[in-house]
């Protein structure tokens, strides 16, 4: 089996990627409750049983509300780096992992690769996952991208990337004006605008897969984060897949 990855949902409602390769499968992050979880699960075929390991990015409540119960369930082990750990409740977890996030590790078929990003939170970081053929690169939750993500992504043939926000539709929404500056600032959230910068960066001829993801219900749509990031590609819009925040992204497939 090739290396290949869905989501379970991506919003701010609660998050969930699969990555897998062969007997191998990855929850990254699971922000949703232990029903609708497995509900989403099934929906790709799986169940909480497939699970081999769950990574944490960060401690927010979108990103790990089911992950204490469902790793207590199924006796599942938790990775997350050092400060993820101390901001969460892990005493209900039976095998808690902690890693360096410059570090990269194996878990059985899939290394992993870490690497930090700027976001409000204790300890943050993103995963590119490889099975020494092909790489995916995942990125969520960061308000700005730097020189050390873009070195992280390079050479990925598939990647998910934010698309949190349209500038012009956060600054016109009905949002809080500090909410406004949390969401766009440096630790809040990529705008459609930043993540087509940040993909202009990238060596994108060999990219099977791109996937816009943590789309906001309110300040931003589908077309308009595919718009953005199919200008970089001079492909189509339609060509982006987007990983809805009820229905998550099918399973994909990097050949």
Sequence with gaps: MTLRF????????????????????LLIDCGFSYAQVQQRLERLNRCARDLTAILVTHEHGDHVRGISVLAKKYAVPVWMTPGTASRIDVSSIPELQLFNCHESFV????QVNPYPVPHDAREPCQYVFTDGDARFGLLTDTGCSTRHIVDSLAGCDALMLECNHDSEMLLNSSYPQPLKERIGGRYGHLSNEQSMDLLSCLDCSGIQHIVAAHLSEKNNTPHLAQQ?????LNCTPDWIGVADQDVGLPWREIV
Excluded: P
């Design 107 to 110: 878990i059985k078929d899939i």
């Design 228 to 232: 953005a990031l199919s200008r970089v």
């Design 6 to 25: 869905a989501s379970i949902g991506s919003g701010s409602q609660g998050n969930g990627t699969l990555v897998e390769k062969d007997d191998t499968c």
